[in-house]
């Protein structure tokens, strides 16, 4: 069973950036992305951005095009996904969780004030 958890969320005003961490229990098959989702009260759960452990392949929501930017760690050991949101938008706001096959992690809590 692979554990996720997710850090670096936080409060920040309109224009700012945060860098959101996803830390894996364990190394990932290169079968399947890792993938960031996002959920707003009262909306349903979104897909952000993915990429391919293998290679640099990666996906964008279109909102997220130009201002998130998801890597992984160059240390394959830390087993880590980030992502880097900038110009951030008060709709941005949501918990933020990390996807792998079925398994997700408990959230992070972006708040962009505006």
């Known amino acids: 069973q692979v554990h996720l958890v997710e850090s670096g969320g936080g409060l920040v005003q309109a224009g700012g950036s945060l860098r959101l961490s996803c830390a894996a229990s364990e190394r990932t098959s290169s079968g399947y992305p890792m993938r960031w989702f996002r959920q707003a009260p009262g909306k349903e759960r979104e897909f952000v951005a993915s990429?391919?452990?293998?290679?640099?392949?990666?996906?964008?929501r279109p909102f997220a095009k130009g201002r998130f930017t998801i890597s992984r760690d160059e240390d394959d050991a830390k087993n880590t996904v980030y992502l880097q949101m900038n110009n951030l938008k008060p709709e941005d706001t949501a918990v933020y969780y990390c996807?792998?096959?079925?398994?997700w992690g408990q959230g992070t809590q972006v708040t962009v004030s505006s």
């Open positions: 996807n792998y096959e079925n398994y």
């Open positions: 990429i391919w452990w293998t290679g640099t392949s990666t996906q964008y």
